[in-house]
């Protein structure tokens, strides 16, 4: 099959999934195909205008640029009830083309008990598992506190398997799986070498109990944007023999968060939510730009009443990472507001941001950013 037919299918697919009509929560047009098969596509887009302190090209200007951060097209299946199927795609670094991210598949051995197998986020915080199309105000968390997405695999995913399920009504989740690790623990600028001395696979798991509504789903949302009445507290943690590495040294990597979240509805004319993450990174001395303690922590507030098309939702984050090294101290908060069209499908943002790494810089940036999920 050559490439001219091959993108001239996958168009029509495209073309042809978008026109029906979405029957989930989540963008995407589905094909029912009876017998509970079936196949879901859609794609999504982040793109934002940013302007940055002393970012121009003569050092001393602010910077303007427009840049497209996230395009992805998104495909699940449904073979029979028990078994299920994702794959999903991220435009390369470059912009050039694209690259899996999620390649799984999901089979229910019971209602309590799901194996997921092949390439997925690894159990971590609730930050992680958001990413950045469901989080608070829009984007990552710049990797600040929630290193995962920043040095775990290839956006954060990893190959391997997990036993992911739910019990008391769905209350107490858990996931549990042991995963490759050959990048989990790599310092995105810096190509570190071929691993020395020995290895091991990278073990996850995250356990969380959801005291008032229960929170469907494996991939976590970072906000409810008003539509639940959430208190929740999970623990996550992993480990690797061998995970640290570098040229000339070879060690464990392990780490632990414990994240909270509540969202409470008819709190005055809107919906309240606050959350908060403790994080604890430990490379065995490898890293000590890698190794220390974080935090981060937000609260939003989106009012129940629409204007124009949607509704707003003030909100503020907050950052911190103290290294080992204390050069690599950062700090960073956001100050801002997200206009709410469709949920998570349909948003734009605008922050102000400050950060701050110890004794080199603090810098402000303007940002406004806008994402659709088709």
Request: aromatic share 14%; glycine share 14%.
């Given at each position: 099959?050559?490439?001219k037919l ?7 697919a ?8 979405a029957?989930?929560?989540n ?11 079936s ?5 999504g887009?982040?793109g934002s205008?940013?302007s940055k302190?002393n970012?121009?090209?003569n050092?001393?200007g602010?910077s ?5 951060d996230s395009a ?9 009830e028990n078994i299920?199927?994702?794959f999903?795609?991220e435009?390369?670094?470059a912009?050039e083309?694209?690259q899996?991210?999620?390649a799984?598949v999901q089979?229910?051995?019971i ?5 997921w197998a092949g ?18 105000g ?11 997405g920043?040095?775990g695999g290839i956006?954060g995913?990893d190959?391997g398997v997990?036993a992911v ?7 107490l989740?858990y996931s549990?799986g ?13 190509t570190v070498g071929?691993r020395t001395?020995?290895?091991?696979l990278?073990?996850?798991g995250?356990?969380q ?5 229960a929170?469907p789903?494996?991939y976590?949302t970072g906000?409810y ?5 959430i208190l929740?507290?999970?623990?996550a ?9 570098s040229?000339?040294k ?13 969202e409470?509805?008819d ?17 065995n001395d490898?890293f000590?730009s ?8 937000g609260?939003?507030y989106i009012f129940s009443d629409?204007i124009?098309?949607?509704q707003?939702?003030?909100f503020?984050r907050y950052q911190?990472f103290?290294s ?6 950062e ?6 507001v ?6 998570y499908n349909a948003?734009i943002?605008?922050?102000y941001?400050n950060d701050?790494l110890?004794?080199l810089s603090?810098?402000?940036e ?5 994402q659709?999920?088709?």
């Open positions: 099959m050559n490439f091959k993108k001239c299918l996958l168009l029509s495209l073309a042809t999934a978008t026109a029906l009509p029957l989930t929560a963008a995407g047009g589905t094909i029912d195909f009876g017998d509970n098969k196949i879901t596509v859609g794609f887009m982040r205008f940013d302190e970012g121009a090209p050092g001393s602010w303007q640029d427009f840049s497209l992805r097209l998104f495909f699940s299946a449904s073979l029979n299920k199927g994702m999903n795609t435009k390369d670094i912009g083309g694209f899996p991210i999620d799984n089979i229910t051995l209602p309590e008990l799901t194996i390439r997925f986020l690894s159990p971590s915080d609730r930050a992680n598992l958001a990413g950045p199309y469901y989080s608070l829009g984007g990552y968390w710049s990797g600040i506190a929630s290193r995962y920043y040095n956006i995913r190959d997990a399920g739910a019990l008391l009504d769905g209350k989740s549990v042991a995963f490759d690790g050959k990048n989990e623990f790599k310092i995105a600028p810096v071929p001395g020995s290895s091991g990278m073990y996850a995250r356990l109990y959801d005291f008032w509504d929170e789903g494996y976590g906000n944007l008003g539509g639940k009445d929740a507290i999970g623990i943690g992993r480990y690797q023999k061998g995970g640290s590495f040229l000339t070879t060690d464990d990597y392990s780490s632990y968060s414990v994240d909270f979240l509540m409470k509805k709190v005055g004319p809107g919906a309240v939510s606050v959350e908060a993450a403790y994080y604890d990174y430990d490379t490898v000590l890698e190794q220390g303690k974080a935090w981060s922590a609260a939003g629409k124009g098309w949607g707003f939702q003030p503020v911190k103290d080992d090294a204390a050069v690599s101290n700090r960073k908060y956001d100050l801002g997200a206009y709410i069209i469709d949920g948003q943002s605008g922050f941001s701050k110890e004794g603090s810098t402000d303007i940002k406004v950013s806008m659709f999920q088709f």
